[in-house]
């Protein structure tokens, strides 16, 4: 019944930038953490970017200083931005989300079905 709904994936060339949104919907208390994954042809699924419930971020040492994380709370949605973006960033991205839900205590992880970025050489 949790929905995790991303958009703003698509083609760009290098050195162009992207902006990823993330909408959560259901019966949210609260809100852990929210992050995107992402996953290249090829290899494992790895953490691109992370926002705790303080407004603590985490990045992946490949995308520090390009790739910067938001949250709004009350939207329920987390952004990623993404700048100078390179080839080797091509890859589904996943939104993640850690949170608990009205009548169920502790929290849970949810994930959402990605969206593909492309970045052209």
């Known amino acids: 019944q949790v929905q995790l709904v991303e958009s703003g994936g698509g083609l760009v060339q290098a050195g162009g930038s992207l902006r990823l949104s993330c909408v959560a919907s259901?019966?949210?208390?609260?809100?852990?953490?929210m992050g995107w994954y992402r996953q290249a042809p090829g290899k494992q699924r790895e953490l691109a970017a992370q926002?705790?419930?303080?407004?603590?971020?985490n990045y992946a040492d490949s995308v520090k200083g390009r790739f910067t994380i938001t949250r709004d709370n009350a939207k329920n949605t987390v952004a990623l931005q993404m700048n100078n973006l390179k080839p080797e960033d091509t890859a589904v991205y996943y939104c993640?989300?850690?949170?608990?839900?009205?009548?169920?205590?502790?929290?849970?992880?949810?994930w959402g079905q990605g969206t593909q970025v492309t970045v052209s050489s």
């Open positions: 926002i705790t419930s303080g407004s603590t971020t």
């Open positions: 259901g019966r949210i208390f609260s809100i852990n953490t």
């Open positions: 993640h989300m850690v949170a608990s839900l009205y009548g169920t205590p502790g929290n849970y992880a949810y």
